[in-house]
Nanobody, 123 residues
């Protein structure tokens, strides 16, 4: 089992940057694909980015390509999401999760979730 805790959210102006962290506990963290999702009020969780166990393979939503970077440090049991050139539409609660299924872009394939960290981008 994996427990995940997100941090690093906050209020930032459009064009600004944030670095989110997803800290994990559990002996098997390094074996999981980890994904980041964004959730806004009344909407489903939208896929943002995912990274494989080695950090060698990543995937991004089209809306964040070129602006966001996902990385991981298995020695520190942490996955990062660096967000640059932020836009108001990036606003939401950002959650990290550990994949149990096969579709890294589908929230239903993830088994373990953190509580999320709020990101607000003002125009």
């Amino acid at each position: 089992q994996v427990q995940l805790v997100e941090s690093g959210g906050g209020l930032v102006q459009a064009g600004g940057s944030l670095r989110l962290s997803c800290a994990a506990s559990g002996p098997t963290f390094s074996s999981y694909i980890i994904g980041w999702f964004r959730q806004t009020l009344g909407k489903e969780r939208d896929f943002v980015a995912a990274i494989d166990w080695s950090g060698g393979s990543t995937r991004y939503a089209d809306s964040v390509k070129g602006r966001f970077t996902i990385s991981r440090d298995n020695g520190e049991n942490t996955v990062y999401l660096i967000m640059n050139s932020l836009k108001p539409e990036d606003t939401g609660v950002y959650l990290c999760a550990a994949l149990m299924g096969h579709n890294a872009m589908s929230p239903s394939d993830y088994a373990y979730w953190g509580q999320g960290t709020q990101v607000t981008v003002s125009s």
